[in-house]
Structures are given as structure tokens and as C-alpha cells.
């Protein structure tokens, strides 16, 4: 059935893009440290993000080539097995224009399998890339990921010689993945939103500290799991004391565990609500 749609408490996914030397990684930490919690780096820009070691305190784990989406995939998992808050990723174009990453391994792909054809070996090495797009929305993290630019130079006021951030290095379409981004200037160091579902950045801004505590102020306004999950286990639990018989207890048991699931409370509720009807239903079951 339709319901009134509702805006639910969220995961940042914001992605930073900009030339080299436009405060990407200076500005992803900024950020992080205002979300707040513990922060990871996966680093493939060569122990970059370590130099920053007094901005923040983070982890970090320098990823070598080759820049695989598995390599990828398995540190986002690492990250969120070790209890992390806020994980960055610095950076995210390496899994596609990388050694060893996407457009690399497909032009291998090519030639050792489909006779240089690389629009069949995208078949395959698409959905190598989309594991971890996938990886990356449903992460229980906040994911920040940071993006080269093809750089571009125009002459500005002066004869000054300006660097512009351009298309970003990574697959045709990505920017449509995350809720916010952002292009860094490399000049002033300004982020500029090109993308921004939050309507914080309807104007440029220089990001501190307190621009990751803005987002986070959004990210946790809107209904959160917990309580989206009770409102929905009313019916469910009621569905359980109505059961009709053992088989139509079962289900509705399993559809209501799968509402709790991520909440010992409402598990409990659940369990002791099949214990009960299941006790109420016996002696019916066995006089029948």
C-alpha cells in the first residue's frame, strides 16, 4: 500500500571532486571530524592523508595497486568490522582509472578474452564495479569519498594562470550515487555543490568542522530505524496474536523478525508474542 513518503535518518554519501592540490583529502578530514565518531582513511594516494595526522585523529590504511573494486570492497568491509563511524576514501578515482583498476583490467580483459572487443569485456568488469557502488550506499558507515578532476587551464583576470576541477575521474554517471557533491576549487579552496539532495550548499563554501556537523544535523532529523521499525511491527505483532493456525504463526513470526531484525528489544517483543500464540494454539491444535 502507498503511504505519506517521509525523509528517514540516514548515511552520508558525499563525494569531494577537484584537481590535484584543491584541499580534497585537507577538507574529506575536516568533515569527518565533524560528523564526529572514530575515522578511517583508505589511502591510495601514497601515505597522502598522514600528512594531515594533526587535523584529525584517524586510521589509515595505504592501499597499494592493484586498485581492484575486491581491494576496495574488502576495506570498506574491514572498516565497518572494526566499528569505524566515518570512513574515506581517498581516493575513489583509483578504482577506475588506477592501475589495475576498471578501465585497465577491462582493456586486459579484452584482449585476452573477447579479441580486443572492450565493449563485450565490460559485460564483466561492470558488475565488478557496481559491487562496490553498492558496497558504498549500503555501508553502515558515513562514506566520503574524494575524486580527481581532468584538470583544465583558462587565463584569468591578471594573466593568471587558473586551474578549474573538470569531469571527474571515475565512471560516466557516478556523481548521481551520493546525496551531496561537492567540487573543490583549487584556488580559494571553495566547495561549490553540483549535486546537493540536502539543500545546505545552495551557496560556495569553504569546509570546516562545522560543515560536517550541519550534515550531520540532517542526516539525523528524519525518523530514525528504531522507531520506523516499531511502527511497523503494530500490525506485525498483531498478525502474530491473530494467527490462525501453526503454519500461519510461522509466517507471520518470520516477516515480523525480518521489521525487528538490528534491535534486541523489538526481537524480544517479537519471540514473546509467537511464544505466547504458539501456547494459546496447542491445545486447539490437539482437541482438533
Known amino acids: 500500500m502507498f503511504k505519506k513518503a517521509e525523509r528517514k ?23 569527518a571530524k ?10 591510495t594516494e601514497q601515505g597522502s592523508a598522514s600528512l594531515y595526522s594533526d587535523l584529525a585523529d584517524f586510521d589509515v590504511l595505504e592501499l597499494q595497486p ?5 581491494r576496495y570492497v574488502e576495506a570498506v568491509t574491514a572498516a565497518e568490522v572494526s566499528g569505524y563511524n566515518v570512513l574515506i576514501i581517498d581516493s575513489y578515482s583509483h578504482e577506475w582509472t588506477g592501475p589495475g583498476g576498471c578501465l585497465e583490467s577491462n582493456e586486459a ?15 564483466e568488469t561492470t558488475p565488478r564495479h557496481r559491487q562496490l557502488t553498492n558496497k558504498i550506499l549500503t555501508s553502515t558507515l558515513h562514506v566520503i569519498c574524494t575524486m580527481r578532476s581532468k584538470t583544465e587551464t583558462v587565463q584569468g583576470e591578471g594573466k593568471k594562470i ?10 560516466d554517471g557516478t556523481d548521481y550515487e551520493f546525496t551531496v557533491v561537492l567540487d573543490v576549487t583549487h ?14 550548499f545552495d551557496q560556495p563554501e569553504l569546509i570546516t568542522e562545522a560543515t ?11 525518523v530514525s530505524p528504531e522507531d520506523r521499525a516499531k511502527e511497523l511491527l503494530i500490525d506485525a505483532l498483531a498478525d502474530i496474536a491473530t494467527a490462525k493456525d501453526m503454519p500461519s504463526l510461522h509466517s507471520a513470526f518470520n516477516a515480523a523478525k525480518a521489521i525487528a531484525i538490528g534491535f534486541d528489544d523489538l526481537i524480544n517483543q517479537v519471540v514473546t508474542a509467537k511464544d505466547k500464540r504458539k501456547n494459546d494454539l496447542s491445545p486447539q491444535e490437539q482437541s482438533a
Open 9 to 31: 535518518q540516514a548515511k552520508l554519501r558525499l563525494a569531494l571532486a577537484g584537481p590535484s592540490g584543491s584541499g580534497k583529502t585537507y577538507s574529506a578530514l575536516l568533515m
Open 34 to 43: 565533524g560528523l564526529g565518531g572514530r575515522i578511517a582513511v583508505i589511502d
Open 66 to 70: 592493484p586498485f581492484s573494486p575486491e
Open 109 to 123: 580483459l579484452a584482449h585476452q578474452k573477447f579479441r580486443g572487443n572492450t565493449w563485450a569485456a565490460w559485460n
Open 162 to 171: 587558473l586551474k578549474l576541477g573538470m569531469k571527474s575521474e571515475q565512471r
Open 187 to 200: 584556488d580559494a579552496h571553495v566547495a561549490l555543490a553540483s549535486k546537493d539532495r540536502t539543500k545546505l
Open 212 to 222: 560536517g556537523q550541519k550534515l550531520l544535523a540532517w542526516l539525523n532529523s528524519g
